[in-house]
């Protein structure tokens, strides 16, 4: 079984920056893919970024150039750096594990940014 732990969230102003952490534990033989996914009020989940596991990212166009993520393998984590918040960027975040057989999900870690 892999667990996927979020931290970092908060209330923040527009403008302003917050860093999402997720890592995983258990047995993990592989990953693949590791992902932040975001779901405000009223929405469907939708990608924010996704990094493959030779490092290569990928951006939702509503983020590029204000967000980046990063992993560290040896830790089995994956970052979120997020600057330049707007209120829309308001939501609850998620990470994903993409692994050989199955994808896992975090629990979720708010963003709120609201002056």
């Known amino acids: 079984q892999v667990q996927l732990v979020e931290s970092g969230g908060g209330l923040v102003q527009p403008g302003g920056s917050l860093t999402l952490s997720c890592a995983a534990s258990?047995?993990?033989?592989?990953?693949?893919?590791l992902g932040w996914y975001r779901q405000a009020p009223g929405k469907q989940r939708e990608l924010v970024a996704g990094?493959?596991?030779?490092?290569?990212?990928t951006y939702a166009d509503s983020v590029k150039g204000r967000f980046t993520i990063s992993r560290d393998n040896a830790k089995n984590t994956v970052y979120l750096q997020m600057n330049s918040l707007k209120p829309e960027d308001t939501a609850v975040y998620y990470c994903?594990?993409?692994?050989?057989?199955?994808?896992?999900w975090g629990q979720g870690t708010q963003v709120t940014v609201s002056s």
């Open positions: 994903q594990l993409v692994g050989p057989d199955r994808v896992y």
């Open positions: 258990g047995s993990i033989s592989s990953i693949y893919i």
């Open positions: 990094i493959s596991s030779d490092g290569n990212p």
